[in-house]
């Protein structure tokens, strides 16, 4: 910024870029002022609630996400198909969910982890997300092949086709979060301290890779998936119907519970970003307090899901059900017995051939 910046053209500075999303009206390069949006409010707001929220989002999804991948190592193996992408899920949640306490320090503060974290955590961010979305869709991709297609996919799907799609879906995040390693890093004011935003370019470069994220994550990481989302389930749906296999709703069970939960935590966030960026496109105001607040609001709605998938794992699963017992009764014996019995209960009750239980 500009060594001769006054006070109040800082304040505004920091308000827009602790704000994240707040417009500006003309560009800055190199050197001179910009007239920058006032959003003081709206940065209270979330430096005074986002912090608390990602520290306890944090923890729950590392211990919901950890039970599932602890599950995963004692009692399954990872040479089916579908293990091998519950296990790449968990592992993007993982990523998604690790950078929440950097944010959290950020919106409290100031940024205070260096300039390659910078780079880092916020690509990491992107790759967690990215990562998510494709891999619930390749996953009800997967319920699909294996229910409409059985005899066909019976010989696809093994799992050297699990090994190459996963390394696709991350190749693809990856390659999708690189703006976000260019674009961010850090700059340092001896009194304000350290900020972690888009530095070094000049703001309608800003402005139009911002559209591009903003474009990109509605498209490409929403709209797309939940078509073929959709497509799938009305398929497996109609199959279901027809053959009147009603035990295969079993198979299909957890992994529509988790879609559906993913949506509803994501669809009210990427209507605010296809909003923010349509404003965005045809105005040069500055973008409204009331798309600010509810950008925040349906961010953290949509961050939930990191910590709601994981017991969609443990409880609606049959198998994953199975699997939780016995470890509480590894390591709580008085819970033993009552396993025990359950479990005796479940084998004299009529079982179908055509059961598929996760």
């Known amino acids: ?68 991948l602890y599950i995963i190592y004692k009692y399954e ?65 997967d319920r699909y092949l294996a229910v409409v297609h059985a005899v066909t996919a019976a010989k696809q799907r093994r799992k050297a086709y699990a090994i190459s799609s996963s390394v696709v879906v991350w190749v693809v995040s990856v390659a999708s979060s690189v703006k976000e390693l260019i674009l961010h890093d850090t700059s340092r004011d001896p009194k304000y301290g350290e900020l972690c935003e888009g530095f070094g370019y000049s703001q309608d470069t800003l402005t139009k890779w911002q559209l591009f994220g903003y474009y990109q994550q509605f498209f490409l990481f929403f709209l797309i998936p939940l078509v073929i989302v959709l497509y799938c389930y009305v398929r497996i ?34 209507i605010v970003i296809l909003l923010k960026a349509l404003e965005m496109s045809y105005s040069t105001e500055c973008s409204s307090d009331s798309l600010d607040y509810a950008h ?35 390591h709580i014996p008085c819970l033993k017995i009552t396993i025990i019995e359950s479990q005796s209960s479940r084998t004299t009750s009529h079982r179908s051939p055509y059961t598929t239980d996760y």
């Open 1 to 68: 910024m500009n060594d001769t910046m006054d006070d109040q053209n800082f304040e505004d500075f920091l308000a827009y870029y602790y704000g994240n999303d707040t417009e500006v009206d003309t560009t800055h390069v190199v050197s001179g002022l910009v007239r920058l949006c006032q959003k003081t409010e709206v940065v209270q707001f979330s430096g005074r609630y986002l912090p608390p929220f990602y520290y306890i989002n944090f923890i729950i999804s590392v211990l919901g996400n950890g039970l599932v």
């Open 77 to 141: 193996k990872l040479t089916t198909v579908t293990n091998i992408f519950l296990l790449n899920l968990v592992i993007s949640d993982l990523l998604f969910a690790c950078s929440l306490p950097f944010e959290a320090v950020y919106h409290a503060s100031e940024w205070i982890f260096g300039r390659a974290m910078c780079k880092l955590v916020h690509s990491l961010f992107s790759v967690g997300f990215y990562s998510s979305i494709l891999f619930l869709t390749l996953m009800t991709f």
């Open 237 to 270: 749906t109609v199959r279901i119907l027809d053959t009147r296999m009603k035990e295969k709703c079993r198979a299909v069970k957890l992994i529509f519970v988790i879609v559906l939960t993913f949506f509803i935590c994501w669809t009210p966030y990427n």
């Open 296 to 330: 925040f609001i349906t961010r953290n709605l949509a961050f939930l899901y990191c910590c709601i998938c994981p017991i969609f794992y443990t409880f609606v699963g049959k198998k994953f059900q199975n699997h939780f017992r016995k470890m509480l009764a590894r």
